[in-house]
């Protein structure tokens, strides 16, 4: 995994995320995920851009399944922003880096 994105796991879910005070950007994916691929450089990038101010990170739905049922996660890929423990917002496909950086300047 790149430099400054996190790999989250259902047993680090909630103290990474979920008890975290900052701001906590989570890509769901898979790795036989087309679209997942294509947006795996964008997710890198704002983890490089916002480093040391949020948390960046990736949850792979195929060995980590029971947050992405508990976020209703039905299409991949999804990116969901938790701030103090509550989704603040998200994005689903293969969006604009465009839209991940304002959903992270929204919610910072």
């Known amino acids: 995994m790149a430099g400054d994105l996190v790999e989250f796991s259902d047993d680090s879910f909630k103290e990474d995320v979920l008890d975290s005070k900052e701001l906590v950007v989570v890509d769901f994916w898979a790795p036989w995920c087309g679209p997942c691929k294509l947006l795996a450089p964008k997710i890198e990038a704002i983890a490089?851009?916002?480093a040391g101010r949020v948390k960046v990170g990736k949850l792979n739905i195929d060995e980590h399944q029971h947050y992405?049922?508990?976020f209703g996660i039905s299409s991949i890929p999804t990116v969901l922003f938790f701030k103090?423990?509550?989704r603040v917002a998200s994005c689903v496909g293969n969006?604009?880096?465009e839209e991940l950086?304002?959903?992270v300047e929204a919610n910072i």
């Open 48 to 50: 490089a851009t916002y």
């Open 68 to 70: 992405a049922g508990q």
């Open 84 to 86: 103090g423990g509550q």
């Open 95 to 97: 969006v604009k880096p």
């Open 101 to 103: 950086a304002k959903n």
